[in-house]
């Protein structure tokens, strides 16, 4: 294992893991993050991406070559850093309405599937939150089955309704507001999964691992007005 680090202005380090994309580089990182925003005081905010990690500091309290080598010995330890365990959470998604998955029909057919096909795929799979990032609570998901990867829209649309679920590349994803997107939305969860009204305004965590339930859309409005009278939660373990 080793770590490059660039300086990314006078107040940030831009730190890269090596190592291929998956559930030991995604543990090993998060628990890079979580040693230097507990052990180094002079680091201001971290934000993570797949391969990378990017730092930013106070200049007054620590210079770049010291915040290098801290992050350096952090890096030995994180293979035995212990971190919170993984919850298992469980988001119902509503495939099969046109309104929703708005784009299944084409994805199916540009991945040679059945729309039925596509959609045992995808709930049937486990996925890793990996991190946070895009827009407020947008979970960036590893773990979509190999006859999903689909390259991303040739033109990305300008508006993506929140809560959308859609596939991209190798990658799966749940816009969290709406917003611009370029991933093919094959369904919509009815959960917000960021709510800035909330005590708690982000649902998803590093970490989590995440299953999509089928659901219809009777179920899908059911559970809307349940959301909206305060009765209804995500199953999470």
């Known amino acids: 294992m080793s770590l490059t680090f660039q300086p990314a202005g006078d107040l940030a380090v831009l730190v890269e893991l090596d190592g291929a994309i998956g559930d030991a580089l995604a543990t090993r990182l998060r628990a890079l993050e979580q040693l230097i925003t507990e052990r180094i005081p002079a680091v201001r905010e971290t934000v993570p991406a797949f391969r990378s990690l990017l730092v930013y500091y106070d200049p007054l309290a620590t210079g770049y070559a010291a915040l290098c080598e801290s992050i350096a010995a952090f890096d030995a330890r994180a293979a035995t850093a212990e971190l919170p365990q993984a919850r298992v959470v469980e988001l119902p998604c509503c495939y099969s309405d046109p309104e929703l998955g708005f784009e299944l029909e084409r994805a199916a057919g540009r991945l040679g599937l059945s729309t039925s096909e596509l959609m045992d795929l995808h709930s049937s ?102 959301i909206q009278r305060h009765t209804y939660a995500p199953r999470i373990s």
């Open 125 to 226: 799979a486990e996925y890793l939150v990996y991190f946070i990032g895009f827009a407020p609570g947008q979970p960036y998901l590893t773990g979509t089955p190999e006859r999903l990867v689909i390259p991303r829209l040739d033109t990305p649309r300008t508006s993506t309704p929140a809560g959308s679920v859609a596939i991209g590349g190798t990658q799966s994803c749940i816009y969290s507001v709406e917003s611009p997107g370029g991933f093919w939305v094959i369904g919509r969860t009815p959960v917000p999964i960021y709510d800035r009204k909330s005590r708690d305004p982000i649902l998803l965590r590093p970490g989590d691992r995440l299953r999509f339930r089928a659901i219809g859309r009777d179920e899908f409005d059911d559970i809307a007005a349940a």
